[in-house]
């Protein structure tokens, strides 16, 4: 099974930027694609973006698109989302998964989560 640990989160003001770090441990995930997701106190959790297995393929909600973008290290096992424009909506627990079906250019089943790591924008 693959381990996921998310870092980075943290207090920043409207309009700053944070970057999260999902780094996997137990197996590689250089062939998976990666997910990231937040969920606000009170709301259902909701999908940030993805990234193909090579990196070559990213996929973004509306509301972070233009503002968020997810990268990914291979060689690190570890997978980032740089979040810019940073808005007070935008506080959650931001959580990394891994569909662990191989060579999926988009994920459609994630079966391994982290634990998350919380932001919050003050404004």
């Known amino acids: 099974q693959v381990q996921l640990v998310e870092s980075g989160g943290g207090l920043v003001q409207a309009g700053g930027s944070l970057r999260l770090s999902c780094t996997a441990s137990?197996?590689?995930?250089?062939?998976?694609?990666m997910g990231w997701f937040r969920q606000a106190p009170g709301k259902e959790r909701e999908f940030v973006g993805s990234i193909s297995w090579s990196g070559g393929s990213t996929y973004y909600a509306d509301s972070v698109k233009g503002r968020f973008t997810i990268s990914r290290d291979n060689a690190k096992n570890t997978v980032y989302l740089q979040m810019n424009s940073l808005k007070p909506e935008d506080t959650a627990v931001y959580y990394c998964a891994a569909d662990l079906t191989r060579y999926r250019v988009r994920a459609t089943k994630y079966g391994s989560w982290g634990q998350g790591t919380q932001v919050t924008v003050s404004s």
């Open positions: 137990g197996r590689t995930v250089s062939t998976y694609a």
